[in-house]
């Protein structure tokens, strides 16, 4: 069978599996996400907008985050929850919340280090002229901000795709385990080890059109965003 | 697709892809072997590749460690030609279909079911393998499982149903049934202490560490990992838990002679050899233990004195 209709098959057959798969994959990655865009957006937007000594170099390292590999910020996550680690007191280690931790490490570094590049590159007189017409700083940096929006929704789509398509920090720190730590990438490892090869294509193209919707979401916020007026 | 320019850029480009690979291609018949995770978590399969190197410096062989599941699947499509597995039931499903030929028996160690120290189910007490998994059942004390169709989740399989269950521990139903795809995840019935890692024998062994729960794994693997698992060997020497190891020439191997070659040399003098002298140095006592073709197989299981042609 061909893997699209395996795939469409897969999504409407009903099949309980599947769409748990799928929705703990999204609750999961949604959640590291958001975590991401708490810290990466300001560090990105800071650095991008600001002018200090040695900015270059973070710069640098900043963009260095994107070479992360996943399996060591598993391993490192791993360390850090495991009943002997530093953390290991909270009992997290194969579980939805290791999952989480490793998968924001990973987002954090691709939603900085492009909006960074965004920030970086407004130009600097629509701050001099939000200020020169009695803008706060604040408000000053908002409307830097607006004029690269679409570069920061590409930011958190980057984010996104980083993390839900990741299988080596979520086999680690998650375990795979049926019904509480399996997302959708480390079933199609699974499907594949157990020769399920067609089964395991079709969940790529389920995990494909995921990404796509997620991604149209995130460009009707976007324009949402566009339209809305800054002050209220 | 219109543009010819746009045709004549890709064909290059994949020409270019083509011309890199042969270019690293080995110019020798390159024979593929398939392990199981087991014998790869434990080093048994790099060993028998580097000692096979040696004593045949111009073949070529490269090993891929996957599921037993996964193996006889490759086989099937001719990507691996020789494999090294430990599912029985399904490998004579496999040589009977015509997939493959030549099966012969090549070493054997044994399965044991870990657990907690403590032992919540009282499995020490039982006197079989069946007869443990349904203490663990009836305590609903955590068991993790491979689930991922390799030859220890056959073991397992088998084991539930020799005690009556369904892995879960639902009683069984009429006549086993071919598990289908995410069948595992009926979960309605699966009760929570049941987990299914769908990973390998180590990884699988670290998450019942960690939830202190029972596993069934082969022997090798817990003396390779047995310094860091919180687990021990609650139930072992049960006949039932014989772990087999077989080769088995796919139908499909590309290189026919060079697969035989291979397939001949794991089954020969040399090759028990080294399955002989694995982990001897590093652990003191034998991981695997080679088997002699047409010796009957040993009973009682290793763990204790060697069999006589070791």
Redesign the interface.
Same mark, same amino acid.
């Given at each position: 069978m061909n893997p699209f209709a395996e795939a469409l098959d897969l999504i409407t057959s009903g099949d309980l599996y599947v769409w748990e798969v799928i929705l703990r994959s999204i609750r999961i990655s949604g959640s590291a996400l958001a975590f991401a865009m708490l810290f990466g957006l300001p560090i990105g937007a800071a650095i991008g907008l600001s002018r200090f000594r040695f900015r270059r170099p973070v710069i640098a390292l900043v963009n260095t985050g994107l070479a992360l590999p996943p399996v060591v910020v598993g391993l490192a996550v791993f360390l850090l929850v495991s009943r002997s680690g530093p953390l290991g007191g909270l009992e997290i280690l194969y579980s939805p919340a290791a999952m989480i931790l490793a998968q924001a490490v990973i987002a954090g570094p691709y939603i900085a280090a492009v909006s960074l590049a965004a920030a970086d590159s407004v130009p600097p007189d629509v701050r001099l002229q939000a200020r020169a017409l009695g803008a706060s700083p604040l408000r000053a940096t908002l409307l830097q901000l607006r004029e690269v929006r679409t570069s920061l929704v590409a930011a958190v789509a980057a984010g996104f795709g980083a993390i839900i398509s990741e299988v080596g920090a979520v086999m680690i720190v998650g375990g795979n385990i049926l019904g509480e730590t399996r997302v959708m990438t480390t079933a199609i490892v699974l499907e594949t080890r157990r020769g399920n090869f067609g089964v395991a294509v079709a969940l790529g193209v389920v995990l494909l059109l995921v990404a796509l919707y997620v991604n149209l979401l995130l460009l009707l916020l976007g324009r949402w965003s566009i339209r809305r007026p800054l002050s209220s | 697709m219109g543009s010819p320019r746009l045709a004549a850029g890709l064909a290059g480009l994949v020409s270019g892809i083509a011309l890199l690979g042969a270019s690293c291609a080995p110019q020798p018949a390159t024979v593929v072997l398939a392990g199981t995770t087991s014998t790869h978590d434990t080093g048994l399969l790099d060993s028998l590749v580097v000692a096979f190197r040696a004593d045949h410096p111009q073949s070529r062989v490269r090993a891929v460690a996957?599921?037993s599941? +996964?193996? &006889? +699947? &490759?086989g099937r499509r001719g990507d691996v030609d020789v494999l090294l597995v430990h599912a029985p039931a399904a490998e004579f499903q496999f040589v009977e279909a015509g997939h493959g030929q030549d099966r012969v028996p090549v070493m054997y160690n044994d399965f044991v079911l870990l657990g907690p120290v403590d032992d919540p189910a009282g499995v020490r007490a039982a006197g079989t393998a069946a007869d443990a998994l349904a203490a663990i059942a009836r305590h609903g004390a955590p068991f993790v499982s491979r689930?991922?169709?390799?030859g220890t989740h056959e073991r397992e399989v088998a084991l539930w149903a020799a005690a009556g269950l369904e892995p879960g521990g639902r009683p069984l139903e009429g006549p086993a049934r071919e598990p289908a795809?995410?069948e595992?995840? +009926?979960?309605e019935g699966?009760p929570g202490w049941y987990? +299914?890692?769908?990973?390998g024998q180590a990884?699988s062994a670290?998450?019942a560490s960690?939830?202190r729960a029972y596993a069934l794994t082969d022997r090798a693997t817990y003396t390779v990992l047995k310094d860091i698992l919180e687990l021990e060997v609650v139930l072992e020497g049960d006949p039932a838990l014989l772990n087999l190891y077989s080769v088995i020439v796919s139908s499909r191997a590309a290189h026919p002679e060079a697969a035989a070659r291979l397939a001949g040399w794991l089954t020969s003098e040399a090759g028990r050899a080294v399955i002989a002298r694995f982990g001897q140095a590093q652990f003191g006592e034998h991981l695997y233990w080679p088997l002699v073709v047409g010796e009957s197989l040993p009973f009682p299981l290793p763990g204790g004195s060697p069999p006589p042609s070791g």
């Open positions: - | 996957v599921g599941g +996964e193996a &006889l +699947e &490759l689930g991922d169709s390799s795809v995410g595992a995840a +009926e979960s699966v987990m +299914e890692s769908g990973q990884e670290f998450i960690d939830r």
